[in-house]
């Protein structure tokens, strides 16, 4: 997939996937995998930033290792997830009706 679709829509996949569940690195990375190939260095400074904003913040929880540190979303993040996602229908289902007339 083409890496600036990618950073375009990655905030969005990352918030959606902690607003379901509070959830550590690891499994986020796994979650995110699922829609698109990205690998941790991209999501932990994502993380970090999206938790400097405030729209995510942490907590660690105990593991059968070491503690996991754990992502839950904000009522700033929530309200933030969804701006984005309504910018998000608005921008594709526009570009994909441009992409069905163009001949």
Known sequence: MNTQFKKG????IVLKAIVADD???YQLVS???EVIQV???TIYPLLKRLSN???LESYLKESEGPP?????ITSLGLARYEALLEEW???SESVNTYLKGVK
Do not use: A, S
């Open 9 to 12: 829509v990655l905030e969005l």
């Open 23 to 25: 959830l550590y690195g």
């Open 31 to 33: 979650r995110i995998n």
């Open 39 to 41: 690998n941790e260095g």
């Open 53 to 55: 904003d405030h729209l």
């Open 68 to 72: 996991r540190k754990y992502y839950h």
């Open 89 to 91: 229908t608005n921008f």
